[in-house]
């Protein structure tokens, strides 16, 4: 007989024809592809094609394109197995690198570390958060920083709670208040009617914002966009129904980054990192570096991130293809951390023209993307994987963590660090830039 973890697997499973979730999204495709207009897809960008590829409900994608280095790694061998989703360790071309002692990634890892010859810049970390590191940044993320005086995808239309929504959350699941409502921004002030703070229907627009400089910071932040208008729609709504509506807090550069968990965490993924061998042999963004040129060299003393933010995904969640253009430092190492349902990242070229890679993040991997090509390239999350929660986040003999268990199955949690200000650049002072003195 299955266990109820077994079956409650099973009965979610996108690749099993018996299964509820298979039967609900074949019905779903029939009706969404009955008018399908088979012109467009002629239009569609490489990335664009990549992208509905993955997102794709029925039938389930194909992952034999997609690297997945946790098939190499017998440790992870349940890990792999659950959902039935898993890609090839062998889809992309990439190189192993040895990993400097840096004391934190877990025995599974064998010290190993993966860069690409088609993306420079970009290192993948396998499991590089063990399982008890990535259990104490889930912690960290829902019940510290998804609460003020961080900002959140919520702040604009409710009123949340002081202790934070989840911290709030978690004392309801315990009986220890009820599960009142939050209130609507929207219906405790009356909103100006503002046609420049409201979108209006129709088709999603690409962005392309102008990438931020030492020459044009000044500009840019004297010139801020306007606050968004609270929904005139959100009505009041329970803690409990409010919490999967979470998406991302805001950790900007004004967080107090030197009491950070995270903070060691990503300082530890670049010291661990041989840079020499990461841009070897890249020559194609020589002179892309900026007028200081190439910095990676003392990136393991000089590494400071200054600003950051935890996305919080959902299973039917995507992130569309697009470039980080905010930092005054464009490229010096964004560290990207993934926690809970795994997912597939996908990261391209210059241009949404190019061909991306599809790459398997699975819960404690870390990503680096650094350097002018790297940081420049368009990437995106089309797809978060159902039923991939590794076994070691489920909650086995520890109660406490039932409600995180609970939250992670159909969740990923990823950590987004950066460096937005090059060393000796102070966006406080008059003229910017801090003298060599």
């Not at 029939?30 to 207009?37: C, H, Q």
Request: aromatic share 8%.
């Amino acid at each position: 007989m299955p266990t109820a973890t077994e079956a409650a697997h099973r009965a979610t499973d996108l690749h099993d024809p018996t299964s509820a979730a298979y039967k609900k999204a074949r019905r779903l495709h029939l009706k969404a592809t009955r008018n399908r207009n088979q012109d467009v897809e002629a239009d569609w960008t490489p990335f664009r094609a990549a992208e509905k590829k993955y997102k794709a409900r029925f039938p389930p994608p194909d992952l034999s394109d997609v690297l997945d280095l946790a098939t190499l790694d017998a440790f992870r061998a349940e890990e792999v197995s659950r959902g039935g989703w898993y890609g090839r360790a062998d889809a992309i071309q990439c190189t192993e690198i040895e990993l400097n002692d840096c004391n934190e990634a877990g025995p599974s890892t064998g010290r190993k570390a993966y860069i690409f010859p088609d993306v420079p810049g970009l290192v993948l970390l396998p499991s590089f958060v063990d399982p008890e590191g990535q259990r104490r940044l889930v912690r960290w993320a829902l019940s510290e920083q998804a609460r003020h005086p961080n900002e959140t995808n919520l702040d604009t239309h409710y009123v949340l709670p002081e202790i934070g929504l989840w911290n709030k959350y978690v004392d309801v699941r315990r009986g220890q208040c009820e599960d009142g409502h939050v209130r609507s921004r929207a219906l405790l002030h009356t909103i100006p009617n503002d046609p420049q703070r409201v979108e209006t229907p129709g088709p999603r627009r690409l962005v392309a914002n102008e990438p931020a400089s030492k020459d044009n910071y000044d500009t840019l932040s004297c010139t801020p966009k306007p606050p968004a208008a609270p929904s005139p729609s959100a009505q009041p709504i329970r803690v409990s129904a409010l919490v999967p509506k979470l998406r991302w807090a805001n950790i900007g550069w004004s967080y107090h980054w030197g009491r950070s968990k995270v903070r060691s965490v990503c300082k530890r993924a670049v010291r661990a990192v041989s840079w020499d061998r990461v841009f070897a042999n890249d020559k194609s963004s020589a002179g892309d570096w900026g007028e200081d040129g190439p910095d990676w060299d003392s990136w393991h003393e000089t590494y400071e991130p200054d600003a950051g933010i935890v996305n919080f995904y959902q299973t039917k969640d995507t992130l569309m293809a697009h470039v980080d253009r905010s930092e005054v430092c464009a490229t010096s190492p964004l560290v990207s951390i993934s926690l809970g349902c795994a997912a597939i990242f996908l990261i391209g070229g210059l241009t949404r023209d190019a061909k991306p890679s599809a790459i398997l993040l699975r819960s404690g991997d870390a990503v680096i993307m650094s350097g002018p090509a790297c940081r420049r390239a368009y990437h995106g999350v089309p797809r978060i994987l159902e039923g991939t929660l590794p076994p070691h986040l489920e909650s086995g003999a520890d109660g406490d963590w039932v409600v995180y268990e609970e939250y992670l199955r159909n969740s990923r949690i990823n950590v987004n660090v950066r460096q937005v200000f090059p060393r000796g650049f102070d966006p406080t002072a008059p003229t910017r830039l801090a003298s060599d003195a």
